[in-house]
């Protein structure tokens, strides 16, 4: 009978019985344990089922090492293997340890960067792995602890396969890569993502799959009592983790690894029906015939799955893992079309509280990641309650919601509209990404009481506003004690080593590696290498208390060189958080995507500059500007191109070199990413 009452929203909304989907399945889930979880991962390749195809997809195949035979994972329930991905459950204080291997067939024939001056480099598809959103070090192995902090600037090879052509600056291995990264006390429960880092192969890389959540502690960490079951476990959860990826499989069951974002048409209208794909229309003159093809938006390695909500509501985790794709979701009543409301909880694993700014003034400080509506019914019973019926969400975007029960609503469909970004951009596809069975409940739930964080995060107790402390041999230590003590330490001694391996090696050219004089930022402009008109890269310059450039500070776009850095700072006096002022310029025709790693940041606003922190994140969408946007600075000096710049603010905490990019991967890919590094105060 339950069955039969799930159908009827369907007929009502007008969809066959055939359009009837598997339940959302978890994804498989590793949980930590005496404050460690230590893993046997493997990057592969694996025949999956996307509707009528079977592409060879690219996983990751996962076990605990307990049960790891050597190498190998054992061959049975112990294992996963999804192209959805897996879930590390981890908790502040705990060692993330991942024994990883390669055994990735070589780079696709499409790879763009296949083909250029890294072509040797990548031909036999090194890979390796980034925590995003995680505040851990980016701590490079030292022969006393050979073992990885969140370091991209390591390439893992399948076994044999080390390139004649090896660049300083980077490092290389066909052997297991081992990580130990470790989660500080204070961090963040939230929600986090684990990805391949390679510059060149990343959008392909992941195109083919290779991604998977993290999560620190629990939604009852902020929600209180509104989380009362567990996070797994049998139908009827209130907690569900939900992981976007698309994929574009060819006629022939083959990967288009290098998206072709004209795949298949926007379809603005809605008209097309779109179950968990779209499919290829024949091709304009000049075009790639895909036709035949389809581009699937899979949720957790399914098309078009079936949500039954729980009649208490549930808390949706959502991360974007597409590569280069971004989304604007919507819960649409399947007999009235309206939008249903749902409430915001936490933004890039930060929760969020309106308290009196209110939910308007909120969507404009996380820069547009959602569209504010007034709460009604069940969502209006708390004043600090944020609610939203858009989510726009670009890559690497994680926005954790509450979904009420709907009395008035028997059937949604969780949509996914077109997403235009700008005249030389492009206009992501709409399309049906699940259908949403709501069961009435006798009394339906209230809003949570949601707890928020940034300000916690950013005080002088908190993990990125408290001295910063390193993952010691024995522990959390303070960086002015460990170097203190490592400087009386012999040659080979692990704490010694492992101050030492936060910061890379000498020889690479750098940026003045001095403080910010008070008043003065750094300005990034995002836009086009002068004379590559398909280029990607990023400029800088530093700007004065006065608004004026620094005199010998400005570096025109350039695509992305990991041997030169392009920022060095110090933590200020007592090797506590610095933090800086940075002016985000997109002087291209199309929207960007800024990222940066081991760290979060706050936009600054008329409504959040002198307002406590409301929310904190890791990537912001930097929108294109109007008239002639070529993506040159001089156009942009000459107010020929006309954008509004994005200011934010961000503390630095942890010591080392990491990267700042668009996470638009292409771009990224193409050269949008710089070197950043970070070294102790020394006094």
């Known amino acids: 009978m339950r069955k039969l009452c799930a159908l009827i929203p369907l007929l009502l909304a007008g969809l066959s019985l055939d359009a009837v989907s598997a339940e959302l399945r978890e994804p498989p889930t590793f949980y930590s344990s005496d404050h460690q979880l230590d893993l046997l991962v493997i990057a592969k390749a694996k025949t999956i089922q996307l509707d009528e195809f079977s592409p060879a997809a690219w996983i990751y195949e996962v076990c605990y090492r307990r049960d790891a035979v050597g190498d190998a994972c054992p061959n049975d329930a112990r294992t996963a293997s999804e192209y959805g991905g897996m879930r590390l459950q981890l908790q502040p204080g705990d060692h993330l340890k991942l024994r ?45 602890d050979p073992s990885y902090g969140d370091y991209v600037y390591v390439l893992a090879y399948p076994k044999g396969k080390l390139p004649d052509m090896q660049m300083p600056g980077l490092d290389y291995t066909d052997k297991p890569l081992d990580y130990d990264i470790y989660v500080p006390q204070g961090h963040p429960s939230g929600l986090f993502w684990i990805h391949p880092h390679v510059h060149g192969l990343a959008l392909n890389q992941m195109s083919y799959g290779l991604a998977g959540i993290i999560t620190i502690g ?40 290098q998206e072709d974002p004209d795949f298949c048409e926007p379809d ?28 699937f938006f899979t949720i957790n390695g399914q098309v078009f799955p079936t949500i039954t909500v729980n009649p208490t509501g549930e808390v949706w ?24 409301l749902f409430q915001i909880l936490a933004v890039d694993g930060v929760t ?149 391996s936060l910061s890379a090696s000498a020889d690479i050219p750098s940026a003045p590696c001095a403080s910010l004089p ?19 890269g990023l400029g800088y310059e530093e700007v004065d208390q006065d608004n004026q450039p620094v005199e010998g500070t400005f570096r025109d776009i350039t695509e992305f060189n990991h041997q030169v850095i392009d920022v060095c700072l110090p933590l200020v006096k007592g090797n506590t958080p610095v933090t800086e002022l940075w002016e985000l310029v997109n002087v291209a025709g199309e929207d960007h995507n800024f990222h940066i790693h081991q760290t979060k940041f706050r936009v600054l606003s008329p409504d959040s500059a002198s307002a406590p922190p409301t929310a904190l994140m890791d990537n912001l969408p930097v929108p294109h500007g109007a008239g002639a946007c070529d993506g040159s600075v001089a156009n942009w000096r000459s107010g020929a191109c006309r954008v509004k710049s994005v200011f934010v603010s961000i503390p630095f905490s942890q010591v080392g070199d990491f990267v700042y990019h668009c996470h638009i991967l292409e771009h990224e890919d193409g050269g949008m990413m710089a070197h950043i590094r970070v070294v102790p105060s020394g006094n």
């Open 518 to 536: 008070p008043g003065h930022r750094r300005r990034i402009y995002f836009g086009v290498p002068p004379g590559e008109e398909d280029g990607f």
């Open 100 to 144: 990883f291997i390669n055994h990735l067939p070589p780079a696709p024939p499409d790879c763009e960067h296949l083909h250029g001056e890294m072509g040797e480099m990548l031909k036999d598809n090194p890979t390796n792995l980034h925590t995003h959103g995680l505040i851990v070090e980016p701590r490079r192995a030292t022969p006393t």
């Open 317 to 340: 985790r959502i991360t974007q893992a597409s590569g280069s794709r971004s989304y604007e979701l919507t819960l649409r009543d399947d007999v009235t079309g309206k939008l249903l």
């Open 268 to 295: 603005p209208s809605g008209t097309e029906q779109r179950n968990g794909y779209c499919p290829r229309h024949p091709p304009d003159e000049g075009e790639n015939d895909y036709t035949a093809g389809k581009w």
């Open 352 to 500: 969020v509280s309106g308290g009196a700014a209110g939910s308007a003034a909120l969507a404009r400080a996380t820069g547009g990641k959602f569209v504010a509506a007034a709460c009604a019914g069940t969502l209006a019973g708390n004043k600090r309650a944020v609610c939203a019926t858009v989510l726009r969400m670009m890559p690497s975007s994680r926005i954790e919601i509450w979904v009420p029960s709907s009395p008035q609503t028997l059937s949604a469909t969780l949509h996914t509209r077109s997403f235009p970004t700008g005249p030389d951009g492009d206009d992501w596809p709409s399309a049906d990404l699940a259908h949403v069975v709501f069961t009435p409940a006798a009394r339906a739930s209230g809003p949570p009481d949601v707890k928020g964080a940034a300000s916690k995060l950013l005080s002088a107790s908190g993990v990125l506003g408290a001295p910063v402390k390193i993952a010691g041999p024995s522990g959390e230590l303070a960086l002015d004690a460990a170097a203190k003590m490592s400087a009386q330490l012999p040659a080979g001694d692990q704490l010694r080593e492992h101050v030492a």
């Open 218 to 257: 629990s939604p009852r960490d902020y929600l209180g009592g509104s989380v009362t079951t567990p996070e797994s476990g049998p139908a009827g959860r209130a907690v569900r983790h939900l992981a976007l990826k698309d994929m574009q499989v060819l006629p022939d069951g083959s990967v288009l690894s």
